[in-house]
């Protein structure tokens, strides 16, 4: 079987491969095929044309050797895979039974897909906010409030506890420093969960789709610091055209019932972060480039229609666990948002199955990783 770091270690195993055939190549080059004196412009493009096919050669080598290795290794884990489930006996079983085969093969899956795209998405954007995140709460946050704000965290974690003690909604526990320590805790994996789940729409949100947009408008429910915003702007971002990043224009909300708060904690490193990247359509009288509206799980009433309607990608990420799932709720947003994507992530099945129900009943199209860790369903636009 092939192991997943041959995978990674195909550009080394190949570079001296490589290396013998660019440098043949220029030697010819030099032997046989460059005059003697001054050359021609004709002759002076030709050389160059020469120097690009060799360079061309040489990195199609290496991609075709890429997806080589890389789908030896994804045949090779699907096979084992599928010999394990043809000695299980046990049938007819409910579905939910192959989670514990297939949340592992999936973890490998996704790894792998990531790591070859790291090739050419670079999460520059991702990088530099969690830069500017972790140093503001460093600066900001005490060792006595960080301490306080861990226990308030273990209990949002607590499901069981939280079910026994009946505390089902946990949003307003999200005090500043609360906010804070998550902000340092959890940002970036919540920012590369949400970059992730856009993968399973790659080829329907490509470079030459997001090319024929001049502003982005792009929304977080229950939000929190914009860590998921970030992931929508980092994705965008890597796709887009190389020519179109330096003027990409985005419209970034995060609605959350703790907005007021949220946005005292994490306006400064957002700004920070995002001003290489945001271009236009930021709050001229602020200079913010984050927009914070309220919103209550449990109130449909503060579902802005108006806004969401606006909006072309919509992330909820790790949010669905902190309050009772209200039907209506969850309704009117998928009507109000006909036109977007709606990204969901989540640690569970049970309320992603119930949010999968009701975009059945709109008729809304739906693409569901439910066997894998974590869930992620996406809502597509009508």
Known sequence: MFKSSKVLTVYASHRSKIMRIFCKKMAEMQENQIPAGDVTKDEYLALFNQIVAAKQ?????????LQAQV??????????????LGIINVFPAPPDSIVNKSIPYTDYTNKLIARVGHAFMTREVIHEVCNQITTHCAKTLTAEASEKAKKDFDLICNYSKRKKDNIPNTGTMYGKELCLYLMSKTFKKSAVDAYESYFAISDLVTSQTLANKDVFNVGSIGGGPGSDL??????????LPLNKRASLKCQLTVFDIMDTNWKEAAIKPLNWGLYK????????????RVHFE??????????????????DFITVCWALNEATFNEEFWTKVFQAA???????????EDKTDLLKTIADKLGRKVRYDRYEN???????PQ
């Open 294 to 311: 309220h919103i209550d799980f449990n109130k449909p009433e503060t579902v802005d229609v108006e806004k969401l309607s606006k909006l």
């Open 338 to 348: 006909s036109k977007a994507y709606i990204l969901i992530v989540e640690g569970k």
């Open 277 to 288: 990247y945001v271009r236009m359509d930021y709050d001229k009288q602020t200079d913010d």
């Open 71 to 84: 789908m030896a290794d994804f045949e090779a884990r699907t096979a084992t895979l599928r010999s394990e």
């Open 374 to 380: 974590p869930r992620k369903l996406i809502i597509l």
């Open 57 to 65: 050669n040489s990195l199609n080598e290496m991609i075709k050797n």
């Open 230 to 239: 970030v992931g929508s702007v980092a994705f965008i971002y890597d796709t």
